[in-house]
């Protein structure tokens, strides 16, 4: 929608295409906030955000494009402020800005605990303005299920409708991807049921390179067993983590930061204690006790009321359990700094892009940050292609009659298995063998089993064969989209002979290798599976150095 | 746990309705949600339902149960289905079914649109930097901000049963999100339009839509801070407004509400008139209390008293209403913690104190 506004308002003829209303996007679910270095809670500078970024990053972040989001963040989150967005505030009146992991100053703007939901309503609410005059329209339940590519550029997107039922093509001049993450691959993750990777595979089968596909981030609170987040504002407000003898465990593994150590780093430290026996289920307990009922009340109501729902606990007298979960891809579609791809007319931003701005590890609170000054850039820069001299949109006919006849394929099977197998066994087979870390042979085996997954799907059974709101369709092609996505990150994963933030490997590789490895991998799909190539890391002021929380 | 669950389906090709019987296996901890994904992915793919987020921020997953409306995902299984009840599952009402438990949302979204939400900025631009305001002013539209429009609110709403063009208490919620905003500057033309025939005075106050609302959103709660702020901006040409005018100035000069003076109050003189024929006849059979010598209450004193203790206070229009909404959230953590809440944080049974790593583990644990 960030993009959307900014294309509209740069003059261009823009429409929505979404999956889901707008409002019903994953994006609401974040919750603990938005990083700029506002500086309104003590001494900050987008250079100081920046190194914070990079380092997060473990180095393999693009420092070019770190420090333009550094830079732009500010003005970003004030632009927000002024559509009305309902940000906390601090004894002033400015802005309050709170801890967060890993960042050296208190950063972090944010809405109590529902940050993500007052940004993606204040967005829909400029989006309605649009609307209500005429110039944007919004496709909602529209499923995007292929790009269409015709004279070596991208012109629009293939959709099923869910509402009504019917492949309906949608030709434009440019697309911008904004379709999220792909924490759906994991049982255990904090992403909502829309999350599979719909635009990294429909990038990825037009030919589009993504970038870092094997860093997948294990947030350190999420809840048994639903995998449902606990923002790491509760720990920003001073929660403590604890094990089953009730000991602040993170000292012994980030003195200085403790419990605010980046993600990857208190993931691992998590799964170290529950491997080691010192765990309570599978799980160690988020402590806020010692926060009282006031500051729990009003800096993080939202936590406390998924607590009580979802796990029987008030955080106000007990502690909760969590433990790591699938959460965000660091990797993604490739974009340049403009979130423009190698295929012309083709644009990314969000989570489905890797700019790259988190490399190896993301921070908490600089994903939404991304949406949106990605999200401004993506749509000013196709907003400024569309506007400039190119030929009309031409896609041709036989674009509608092939989508038509495959869905008709799919449609017409009857005999053969129903999706939900093949989608359990990858979620727990993708939990136990590419997880928080990782040894070579579970990896092995995990390709085996995705390949053998592979086999089985296209053998796929839809019962529902109707037009009206068949999601029994949507979410056999969905399962499609994991499956590629899976193969992509797998390959890049078992070729990644390092530990480098969300990729650790302690059996084998313990180090970084910067010699070999400060590089992205960068993967293609070539006749039926990924194919695996390197790019340079871009580089400005920071030289790599041993990372300590 | 075994679940049984009955669901409504609706077939919209051909129209035909069925109320179906289902039985399976489900996780101890399942939602209703959960139980829906499991009877579409192993009984019936052909089930239609929507869902996201399955942790009550996305606002997709509303329906009916036993009649009354919840967010699937929010709903825990476990008690209902340990009781042996089979639940009723159907599409939410006030909104056209489009397929099972799927309804067309448009006329929502429609209803949201029309109250022109997003803000006016009444303040300079203050360049490459924020407005500032208070916590404590930002904080009037703090529950109307819970709003994720799942539309549980709508479903359950009487007043648009009987008159579908009711704005509606989300789309109104909505409405005060803005009104009562210190950074917007289109307050008076926003109350303007809110108060026109299917708008704030439409609401019949019976509460369903707070009682329904699974964020604590309290839209009935918001109409009232509504129909407040217009009261004080003299924006009360409504019967409505008359209508609750007449109550404070009742109460305030007796102590009672004069009910005889009500109808004259709130539809004017001819309407009054041409009711008098009915009034005479309740006034008969003992309906009506005579209108002289006027009903005065016995501690007549006390009731100006309180008109005059919150007059003293200063909170008018929709502040008041927050203000008493704070002090409810104040006494509800107590509610919410449940025997934890006796035995406090620390208190016998309880996870012990933490402590770093080398302190010594005393009895009462080290505070760090």
Same mark, same amino acid.
């Given at each position: 929608?960030?993009?959307?506004?900014?294309?509209?308002?740069?003059?261009?003829?823009?429409?929505?295409?979404?999956?889901?209303?707008?409002?019903?996007?994953?994006?609401?679910?974040?919750?603990?906030?938005?990083?700029?270095?506002?500086?309104?809670?003590?001494?900050?500078?987008?250079?100081?955000?920046?190194?914070?970024?990079?380092?997060?990053?473990?180095?393999?972040?693009?420092?070019?494009?770190?420090?333009?989001?550094?830079?732009?963040?500010?003005?970003?989150?004030?632009?927000?402020?002024?559509?009305?967005?309902?940000?906390?505030?601090?004894?002033?009146?400015?802005?309050?800005?709170?801890?967060?992991?890993?960042?050296?100053?208190?950063?972090?703007?944010?809405?109590?605990?529902?940050?993500?939901?007052?940004?993606?309503?204040?967005?829909?609410?400029?989006?309605?303005?649009?609307?209500?005059?005429?110039?944007?329209?919004?496709?909602?339940?529209?499923?995007?299920?292929?790009?269409?590519?015709?004279?070596?550029?991208?012109?629009?997107?293939?959709?099923?409708?869910?509402?009504?039922?019917?492949?309906?093509?949608?030709?434009?001049?440019?697309?911008?991807?904004?379709?999220?993450?792909?924490?759906?691959?994991?049982?255990?993750?904090?992403?909502?049921?829309?999350?599979?990777?719909?635009?990294?595979?429909?990038?990825?089968?037009?030919?589009?390179?993504?970038?870092?596909?094997?860093?997948?981030?294990?947030?350190?609170?999420?809840?048994?067993?639903?995998?449902?987040?606990?923002?790491?504002?509760?720990?920003?407000?001073?929660?403590?983590?604890?094990?089953?003898?009730?000991?602040?465990?993170?000292?012994?593994?980030?003195?200085?930061?403790?419990?605010?150590?980046?993600?990857?780093?208190?993931?691992?430290?998590?799964?170290?204690?529950?491997?080691?026996?010192?765990?309570?289920?599978?799980?160690?307990?988020?402590?806020?006790?010692?926060?009282?009922?006031?500051?729990?009340?009003?800096?993080?109501?939202?936590?406390?009321?998924?607590?009580?729902?979802?796990?029987?606990?008030?955080?106000?007298?007990?502690?909760?359990?969590?433990?790591?979960?699938?959460?965000?891809?660091?990797?993604?579609?490739?974009?340049?700094?403009?979130?423009?791809?190698?295929?012309?007319?083709?644009?990314?931003?969000?989570?489905?892009?890797?700019?790259?701005?988190?490399?190896?590890?993301?921070?908490?609170?600089?994903?939404?940050?991304?949406?949106?000054?990605?999200?401004?850039?993506?749509?000013?820069?196709?907003?400024?292609?569309?506007?400039?001299?190119?030929?009309?949109?031409?896609?041709?006919?036989?674009?509608?009659?092939?989508?038509?006849?495959?869905?008709?394929?799919?449609?017409?099977?009857?005999?053969?298995?129903?999706?939900?197998?093949?989608?359990?066994?990858?979620?727990?087979?993708?939990?136990?063998?590419?997880?928080?870390?990782?040894?070579?042979?579970?990896?092995?085996?995990?390709?085996?089993?995705?390949?053998?997954?592979?086999?089985?799907?296209?053998?796929?059974?839809?019962?529902?064969?109707?037009?009206?709101?068949?999601?029994?369709?949507?979410?056999?092609?969905?399962?499609?989209?994991?499956?590629?996505?899976?193969?992509?990150?797998?390959?890049?994963?078992?070729?990644?002979?390092?530990?480098?933030?969300?990729?650790?490997?302690?059996?084998?590789?313990?180090?970084?290798?910067?010699?070999?490895?400060?590089?992205?991998?960068?993967?293609?799909?070539?006749?039926?599976?990924?194919?695996?190539?390197?790019?340079?890391?871009?580089?400005?002021?920071?030289?790599?150095?041993?990372?300590?929380? | 746990?075994?679940?049984?669950?009955?669901?409504?389906?609706?077939?919209?090709?051909?129209?035909?309705?069925?109320?179906?019987?289902?039985?399976?296996?489900?996780?101890?901890?399942?939602?209703?949600?959960?139980? /829906?994904?499991? @009877? $579409? *992915?192993?009984?019936?793919?052909?089930?239609? =339902?929507?869902?996201?987020? &399955?942790? %009550?921020?996305?606002?997709?997953?509303?329906?009916?149960?036993?009649?009354?409306?919840?967010?699937?995902?929010?709903?825990?299984?476990?008690?209902?289905?340990?009781?042996?009840?089979?639940?009723?599952?159907?599409?939410?009402?006030? /909104?056209?079914? @489009? $397929? *099972?438990?799927?309804?067309?949302?448009?006329? =929502?979204?429609?209803?949201? &649109?029309? %109250?022109?939400?997003?803000?006016?900025?009444?303040?300079?631009?203050?360049?490459?930097?924020?407005?500032?305001?208070?916590?404590?002013?930002?904080?009037?539209?703090?529950?109307?901000?819970?709003?994720?429009?799942?539309?549980?609110?709508?479903?359950?709403?009487?007043?648009?049963?009987?008159?579908?063009?009711?704005?509606?208490?989300?789309?109104?919620?909505?409405?005060?999100?803005?009104?009562?905003?210190?950074?917007?500057?289109?307050?008076?033309?926003?109350?303007?339009?809110?108060?026109?025939?299917?708008?704030?005075?439409?609401?019949?106050?019976?509460?369903?839509?707070?009682?329904?609302?699974?964020?604590?959103?309290?839209?009935?709660?918001?109409?009232?801070?509504?129909?407040?702020?217009?009261?004080?901006?003299?924006?009360?040409?409504?019967?409505?407004?008359?209508?609750?005018?007449?109550?404070?100035?009742?109460?305030?000069?007796?102590?009672?509400?004069?009910?005889?003076?009500?109808?004259?109050?709130?539809?004017?003189?001819?309407?009054?008139?041409?009711?008098?024929?009915?009034?005479?006849?309740?006034?008969?059979?003992?309906?009506?209390?005579?209108?002289?010598?006027?009903?005065?209450?016995?501690?007549?004193?006390?009731?100006?008293?309180?008109?005059?203790?919150?007059?003293?206070?200063?909170?008018?229009?929709?502040?008041?209403?927050?203000?008493?909404?704070?002090?409810?959230?104040?006494?509800?953590?107590?509610?919410?913690?449940?025997?934890?809440?006796?035995?406090?944080?620390?208190?016998?049974?309880?996870?012990?104190?933490?402590?770093?790593?080398?302190?010594?583990?005393?009895?009462?644990?080290?505070?760090?």
């Amino acid at each position: 929608m960030r993009a959307a506004v900014e294309a509209h308002d740069a003059g261009a003829d823009v429409a929505i295409v979404s999956k889901l209303h707008p409002t019903r996007s994953h994006s609401g679910a974040a919750e603990g906030g938005i990083n700029a270095a506002l500086g309104n809670a003590a001494e900050d500078s987008p250079e100081m955000h920046a190194f914070d970024t990079v380092k997060g990053s473990d180095y393999l972040g693009d420092q070019d494009a770190i420090e333009i989001f550094t830079a732009e963040a500010p003005g970003d989150i004030y632009q927000l402020e002024h559509w009305g967005c309902v940000f906390s505030r601090d004894a002033d009146g400015k802005l309050a800005q709170r801890p967060f992991g890993a960042a050296g100053s208190p950063r972090t703007v944010f809405a109590a605990d529902i940050t993500g939901h007052v940004l993606l309503h204040v967005l829909y609410e400029q989006t309605m303005k649009r609307m209500v005059q005429g110039s944007l329209q919004v496709y909602e339940e529209y499923f995007a299920w292929q790009l269409v590519v015709n004279d070596g550029r991208c012109q629009g997107v293939v959709c099923w409708d869910l509402l009504n039922g019917g492949v309906k093509v949608i030709g434009a001049k440019t697309v911008i991807l904004a379709t999220g993450g792909a924490g759906r691959l994991y049982r255990a993750t904090t992403n909502a049921y829309a999350c599979t990777g719909d635009g990294m595979a429909m990038a990825l089968r037009a030919g589009v390179p993504l970038k870092d596909m094997e860093f997948m981030q294990f947030h350190p609170t999420t809840m048994y067993p639903s995998g449902i987040l606990i923002t790491e504002g509760c720990r920003g407000e001073g929660g403590y983590l604890l094990n089953k003898d009730g000991e602040r465990f993170m000292a012994k593994y980030a003195p200085n930061a403790l419990e605010l150590a980046s993600r990857d780093v208190v993931s691992r430290s998590e799964t170290t204690e529950i491997e080691e026996g010192r765990g309570i289920n599978g799980s160690v307990l988020l402590d806020l006790r010692h926060l009282g009922a006031e500051k729990i009340l009003t800096r993080l109501p939202g936590s406390r009321e998924l607590a009580m729902t979802y796990a029987g606990v008030d955080p106000i007298y007990d502690p909760i359990p969590v433990r790591p979960g699938a959460h965000y891809h660091m990797g993604g579609v490739e974009t340049d700094n403009w979130g423009a791809t190698e295929l012309p007319g083709l644009y990314a931003a969000g989570e489905v892009a890797c700019v790259s701005v988190h490399g190896a590890n993301r921070l908490g609170g600089n994903s939404l940050m991304e949406t949106i000054t990605f999200g401004r850039r993506s749509g000013k820069a196709a907003a400024e292609w569309a506007l400039s001299e190119n030929p009309p949109v031409n896609v041709p006919e036989s674009v509608l009659h092939d989508a038509e006849g495959e869905l008709k394929k799919l449609l017409g099977r009857s005999k053969g298995e129903r999706p939900w197998q093949i989608r359990d066994e990858l979620g727990s087979s993708m939990l136990e063998n590419f997880g928080v870390f990782r040894r070579e042979e579970k990896m092995l085996a995990q390709l085996e089993i995705v390949d053998g997954l592979r086999e089985r799907y296209p053998k796929v059974v839809v019962e529902d064969k109707g037009d009206v709101f068949n999601s029994d369709l949507t979410q056999a092609i969905e399962l499609g989209y994991l499956l590629d996505v899976a193969a992509c990150m797998l390959q890049a994963g078992i070729a990644r002979k390092e530990s480098r933030g969300a990729h650790a490997r302690p059996y084998d590789y313990p180090a970084r290798d910067d010699e070999n490895f400060l590089k992205h991998s960068s993967t293609r799909w070539a006749g039926d599976g990924p194919e695996l190539s390197y790019k340079e890391v871009r580089m400005t002021k920071w030289e790599p150095t041993e990372r300590k929380y | 746990m075994q679940v049984a669950l009955k669901i409504w389906r609706y077939d919209a090709a051909t129209g035909q309705k069925a109320l179906k019987d289902y039985e399976f296996d489900a996780p101890d901890e399942a939602t209703l949600l959960d139980c /829906l994904d499991i @009877v $579409k *992915d192993r009984i019936d793919g052909s089930l239609a =339902f929507r869902k996201s987020c &399955r942790m %009550m921020i996305c606002g997709s997953c509303g329906m009916r149960m036993d009649g009354g409306a919840v967010l699937a995902c929010k709903t825990r299984m476990y008690e209902i289905a340990e009781a042996g009840h089979i639940p009723v599952i159907s599409a939410m009402g006030n /909104l056209p079914v @489009v $397929k *099972d438990l799927v309804v067309d949302m448009e006329p =929502f979204w429609a209803k949201l &649109r029309a %109250m022109k939400p997003w803000l006016e900025p009444g303040y300079a631009d203050p360049g490459e930097t924020e407005h500032v305001v208070s916590q404590q002013a930002m904080s009037t539209v703090h529950k109307e901000s819970l709003c994720i429009q799942c539309g549980c609110c709508v479903s359950e709403c009487n007043a648009l049963e009987s008159s579908p063009d009711f704005m509606g208490p989300a789309a109104l919620a909505k409405g005060m999100r803005f009104v009562g905003d210190p950074r917007d500057a289109a307050t008076v033309e926003r109350l303007e339009d809110y108060s026109t025939e299917h708008g704030i005075w439409e609401c019949t106050r019976c509460y369903f839509c707070q009682e329904r609302c699974p964020k604590g959103v309290d839209p009935r709660d918001a109409i009232a801070k509504l129909g407040a702020e217009a009261m004080r901006h003299g924006i009360d040409r409504d019967m409505g407004a008359k209508h609750a005018n007449w109550f404070v100035v009742s109460a305030k000069t007796t102590g009672w509400l004069r009910e005889t003076e009500l109808v004259p109050k709130t539809q004017g003189i001819v309407t009054s008139i041409k009711q008098m024929k009915f009034a005479m006849g309740l006034a008969v059979k003992g309906k009506v209390p005579p209108p002289f010598p006027p009903h005065v209450a016995a501690n007549q004193k006390e009731a100006r008293a309180l008109y005059d203790i919150v007059k003293e206070q200063g909170v008018s229009g929709a502040q008041g209403i927050v203000q008493a909404e704070k002090a409810l959230s104040r006494i509800e953590h107590h509610e919410g913690g449940g025997a934890a809440a006796e035995r406090g944080p620390y208190g016998p049974g309880s996870f012990p104190k933490p402590y770093l790593p080398g302190e010594q583990e005393t009895e009462e644990g080290v505070a760090p």
